[in-house]
């Protein structure tokens, strides 16, 4: 099989212990550590820096993708002041001392490489593909969708638009010769550099971080924040803070920021919009 649950979680577990190491290491001076999704990341980077620009005092470092999951098991330990998650709390999660707190919506979307002269998919077509009927792109390129662990956020959306595309995509996980990506940021590296490729991200993502792909619109609905707020586009993706129940002054400064107009005008900017 081309991966596994438990390698999965081996690699968060690794990648959460590294990149913590190395920021509490060498950056133990910042006032604020934040961590979590990678379809968050680069958006907080911008409302960091903004925030930063006005209050030069604080320190503020934005981790790299350690996962809701790798978010939630950081913040009760202290290693992360602020935790970024694509999902709500459990509700053993809830135990342990924290909140979870909405701040921003975004499309999850379909997307593939601006080299690509396509634009636009079906729920049909994403059930053929994912079964490996449809194997070619109208212009004749090759199709390679990009496979997810079956725990992902975008997965678990992708599975939840009908019961035809669930049982496309668990087919498509037992397949070998599908592209396989473990992080949000690796999914659209492997959009961006593999011709054909298909794969679930978020608007978020690839405004904030200015990557060369871009969303298509499904069953002819752009995904954007008017369409998401009109409930015409299916799939939406809540980002969440996941928080100590008690927080330092800077936190709480910086939290403030985020819900303030400007905070808001850079949500928008970065494909985000508030909880409606």
Request: with cysteine; net charge neutral.
């Amino acid at each position: 099989m081309l991966h596994s649950t438990k390698k999965n979680s081996f690699l968060a577990v690794f990648v959460l212990t590294l990149t913590i190491f190395y920021f509490t290491s060498t950056a133990c001076s910042a006032a604020i550590i934040i961590g979590g999704t990678g379809n968050a990341l680069g958006t907080m980077r911008w409302l960091a820096e903004a925030y930063q620009k006005i209050n030069p005092e604080t320190q503020i470092k934005v981790l790299p993708s350690i996962g809701s999951s790798g978010a939630i098991k950081a913040v009760p330990t202290g290693r992360i002041q602020i935790g970024l998650s694509a999902r709500p709390l459990k509700e053993a999660e809830l135990e342990k001392g924290i909140v979870a707190i909405e701040y921003a919506r975004t499309p999850t979307v379909f997307a593939v490489s601006n080299r690509a002269n396509i634009n636009t998919v079906t729920q049909a077509q994403l059930v053929d593909i994912y079964k490996g009927v449809l194997k070619q792109w109208p212009d004749g390129s090759t199709i390679r969708p990009i496979i997810r662990q079956a725990g992902d956020d975008n997965t678990k959306q992708i599975k939840s638009l009908s019961p035809e595309l669930k049982e496309a995509v668990d087919i498509a996980e037992k397949q070998q010769g599908f592209l396989f990506a473990s992080t949000d940021q690796e999914a659209v590296n492997k959009i961006e550099n593999t011709p054909g490729s298909v794969g679930v991200t978020s608007l978020a993502l690839i405004l904030s971080e200015k990557r060369d792909i871009h969303a298509l619109t499904l069953d002819g609905v752009e995904p954007s924040i008017q369409s998401c707020i009109a409930g015409d586009y299916p799939i939406i993706k809540r980002f969440y803070f996941i928080l100590p129940m008690e927080r330092s002054i800077q936190v709480n400064a910086f939290l403030d920021f985020v819900f303030s107009e400007k905070g808001t005008d850079i949500l928008k900017e970065n494909g985000c919009y508030p909880p409606q």
